[in-house]
């Protein structure tokens, strides 16, 4: 199975930012409790700072690194910790073309026999979609019956 | 994809080939009339503009294919099966071809009435469009320029 893993800087970017927010107003919200007034010195956002560097790459790997293994057969996904999803080609018969917002692109596979669908986010593991998509649809054909048509 | 065309929708999801009843439409688009987009065009959009899901169907007709008036009657009704399957509040169906669309279909098209669903046929050699006399069937004419094929 190939393996697909990319890191998203942007993602990485977001979880550092929530955290340094979180934390600054945490820190001011401490200063009015104990000062009276809200106040964060230049030391404690440097801290703030640091904290934040090293928690970003836990909080992103747990929200959002995404991760596909995939061969002829069947694929796995890992969105973070949180999502994981796994399945062959052939228990699907739709592909689409999604988008996913903030300019994210991916495909959405629609299962044969249940009215459920399983999404791969292809811009987050630096892939082209439309590609995908077409490789998707070859690779879920290959277990249809003769004359079904998808897409 | 070639062509002008104007913002109708926020179309999110597309197919290709997909089939709808026994038509395979060679593109379906879905999506929303209400924009996506940072905070302020969020919430104007929350505010004027109204959440219709809507899908765009297209279907080019080769010399194989034979379209006919009970033909196209029945692309129709599968198009409105699948809007209420689906809850699609209103949909284009576009019907491309190269050459002229037969008078008799054109009368069909322009007679057809159900509002929720705007059909066009589109004569790509000539640029010429046929709609329906719904709204939205009238105002494809607006929003799509058809290229002519050289």
């Known amino acids: ?151 | 994809m070639t062509g002008k065309a104007r913002w109708v929708a926020d179309f999110t999801e597309s197919f290709r080939n997909r089939r709808v009843g026994d038509t395979v439409f060679d593109m379906l688009v879905t999506g929303k009339t209400r924009p996506s987009g940072l905070l302020l065009s969020r919430i104007f959009a929350f505010f004027f503009t109204p959440n219709y899901k809507v899908a765009c169907l297209v279907r080019s007709v080769t010399d194989g294919l034979s379209l006919d008036r009970l033909r196209l009657a029945e692309i129709l009704r599968a198009t409105e099966k699948f809007m209420k399957r689906n809850e699609i509040d209103w949909s284009w169906v576009v019907i491309a071809k190269e050459g002229a669309f037969p008078e008799t279909l054109k009368n069909f098209v322009q007679t057809y009435r159900t509002r929720e669903v705007g059909v066009a046929l589109v004569d790509v050699s000539s640029g010429d469009m046929t709609t329906s006399d719904s709204f939205i069937g009238r105002n494809l004419e607006r929003y799509a320029k058809v290229p002519k094929s050289k």
């Open chain 1, 1 to 151: 199975m190939d393996t697909i893993e990319r890191i998203s800087p942007t993602n990485l970017f977001i979880c550092f930012g929530s955290t340094l927010m979180v934390l600054t107003v945490v820190s001011a919200l401490s200063g009015f409790l104990a000062l009276g007034e809200f106040f964060v010195s230049m030391f404690v956002l440097i801290i703030n700072m640091i904290i934040s560097i090293a928690a970003a790459w836990p909080i992103y790997r747990y929200w959002f690194h995404t991760k596909m293994s995939m061969d002829d057969e069947q694929f796995n996904l890992e969105v973070g910790k949180r999502e994981k999803a796994s399945g062959r080609w052939n228990e699907f018969d739709e592909v689409s073309l999604v988008h996913l917002g903030r300019g994210r692109m991916g495909i959405r596979l629609y299962y044969r026999n249940k009215d459920d669908f399983v999404e791969i986010p292809a811009s987050d593991l630096k892939l082209n979609a439309s590609d995908l998509r077409f490789k998707a649809i070859d690779l879920t054909k290959k277990g249809q019956p003769p004359n079904e048509t998808q897409g």
